[in-house]
């Protein structure tokens, strides 16, 4: 605010023996400012009105005065060389850039616009400040010379600005141009200078704005990388959800091929033994129903209980290929890891972890939770093998049954084939029933170590997502505040820049 306050802030800069403090003298009319051949001026110099004598303000910066009735309404600065060897010089001088109201970049007739310069311009621009240039050193040049050098420094400028700032080629040796030069000054302070001070702390604002919308975007796009990371480990688990669920199709194959075994093995019993000729042997239970456990259920039981634990054993391993495609997934193609380590870690962890013993434990119980609640097999806390052992002798006693009522009737010959057909169709039945609530019980224990295996895999990384999201959320809030300071800081501009135009033509 002192600024605003304060007289306009001419700064004159650009690279160091270019002639900056000499054109200070020039249009002062008096040797106030050390020139020379060498990086020269090494501090930040104020010229204010006074009656003569200097005041440091700071190490790096002096205020002169000098009784010039311009410096009532004008402040020139002169500031130290931006490509001097000594470094700080440039570091002085970008530091006080941002004060300025105008610029004079002074370039010299003998290396009109070089690289740094262009880069040195660029700053200036980013900053929103005015620029003019100056040309010095004319006197070393012919008219020809004059003529390219204007042409080639115009070309230059808008090459790298993209506009056309005023251009005085001068000398501050003979002092030609000089006069032009403070003409312009004069007609600015005259006309638009106030307006072009108002404009200057825009500018300054709208490149802190810029550079605030940059780190912004930058962190949002990191954020978004971590957003699709979430998905994308998402997905991964849809998919082995359904790769799961598609392959234990096959588990329960294996154990209907058990089932269609019982079953050929039950046809060709029931065809051999209930015949009329049996009849005697049929009216004793207990032969019949060893006769059935030895030639139909066989090593049924302990088949059945093996495939049972194998396709459990299957799926409690099911999780550790999950945490294991996972961290594979993270890894990228190249072996790099493009994930923040932490994610990573809690996978190597969370498989550490993982013991297939105990999650198949799991997987067991809950089979066998849910064959005990099934109308069949209502019993106690035993287990697999047992349960299994309980649902065929349950088979084996209903076929007995079925056998002694059977010779019971005695009919006549025509009845047998029908009576047999029935017998055997309730044996199917049965039979069927006993897969059914092993299938459905195996089915049961599968989804629950799904649902299991999904929330200790979503816990490993929904938190730093949630997280991520409503950062996400945040800056964007943050940002279309920032946008909306930017535009009404830019419309302020541009009025005053049209109040520029305005006063420029009166
Ligand atoms: N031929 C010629 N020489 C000039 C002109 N203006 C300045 N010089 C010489 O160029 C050299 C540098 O001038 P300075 O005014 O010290 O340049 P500066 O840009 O202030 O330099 P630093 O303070 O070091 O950044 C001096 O030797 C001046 O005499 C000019 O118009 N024509
Ligand atoms: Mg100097």
Not at 15 to 31: H, Q, V, W
Not at 299 to 314: G, P, V
Not at 457 to 468: K, M, Q, T
Request: aromatic share 6%; hydrophobic share 45%; glycine share 8%.
């Amino acid at each position: 605010m002192a600024d605003l306050e304060g007289p306009f802030l001419l700064v004159v800069a650009g690279e160091f023996n270019s002639g900056k403090s000499s054109i200070l003298n020039a249009l002062l009319g008096a040797p106030l400012l050390k020139q020379g051949v060498t990086p020269t001026t090494d501090r930040i110099q104020l010229l204010a009105y006074g009656q003569g004598g200097e005041e440091p303000l700071g190490e790096d910066a002096v205020q002169i005065h000098f009784p010039l009735e311009l410096l009532r309404t004008l402040r020139f600065v002169d500031t130290p060389g931006t490509n001097a060897v000594i470094a700080r010089h440039q570091l002085l001088t970008e530091r006080f850039l941002p004060r300025a109201d105008l610029i004079l970049f002074v370039t010299s007739a003998d290396r009109p616009f070089t690289e740094s310069e262009r880069r040195f311009l660029e700053l200036i621009r980013s900053w929103g400040k005015k620029i003019a240039l100056v040309v010095n050193k004319a006197d070393l040049l012919d008219e020809a010379g004059k003529c390219e050098v204007r042409t080639f420094v115009e070309a230059k400028v808008q090459e790298t600005l993209g506009l056309a700032p005023p251009l005085f080629l001068v000398s501050a040796k003979t002092g030609a141009g000089i006069g032009d030069l403070e003409a312009f000054i004069r007609g600015l302070l005259a006309g638009p200078a106030a307006a072009i001070k108002l404009g200057a702390p825009l500018g300054v604002l709208v490149r802190l704005l810029e550079t605030g919308e940059a780190r912004l975007a930058e962190r949002q796009s990191a954020l978004s990388t971590e957003r699709e990371r979430c998905q994308t480990l998402e997905a991964l688990l849809e998919r082995h959800i359904r790769q799961t669920r598609e392959e234990f199709a096959g588990r329960r194959a294996e154990l209907g091929a058990v089932f269609r075994e019982i079953e050929a093995r039950g046809e060709r019993w029931f065809r051999e033994t209930l015949r009329f000729g049996r009849i005697l042997d049929l009216l004793n239970a207990s032969k019949v129903q060893r006769s059935f456990e030895t030639e139909v259920l066989k090593d049924a039981e302990s088949q059945l209980t093996l495939t049972l634990a194998e396709a459990i054993r299957w799926v409690a391993r099911r999780e550790r290929d999950l945490l294991a495609s996972a961290l594979d997934l993270l890894k990228g193609p190249a072996g790099e890891a493009p994930g923040p380590a932490d994610l990573r870690h809690e996978l190597k962890e969370a498989l550490a972890r993982f013991s297939p013993e105990a999650e198949a434990a799991w997987v067991q119980a809950q089979v066998e939770a849910a064959i005990r609640t099934t109308a069949l097999a209502e019993a106690g806390a035993i287990g697999l093998g047992a349960l299994v052992a309980l649902l065929l002798h349950g088979l084996a006693a209903d076929v007995t049954g079925l056998a002694a009522g059977f010779a019971a009737l005695v009919l006549g010959l025509s009845v047998l084939p029908r009576r047999r057909d029935a017998a055997l169709r309730r044996f199917r039945e049965r039979l069927a029933a006993i897969e059914g609530e092993l299938g459905r019980a195996l089915e049961t224990a599968l989804e629950e170590e799904l649902g299991r295996s999904a929330d200790r895999y979503r816990a490993l990384y929904r938190p730093a997502c949630e997280r991520a999201q409503a950062e996400s959320e945040a800056l964007e809030r943050t940002r279309s505040h920032l946008e909306a300071l930017k535009s009404r800081a830019l419309s302020l501009r541009a009025r005053l820049e049209a109040a520029t135009t305005t006063s420029d033509r009166t």
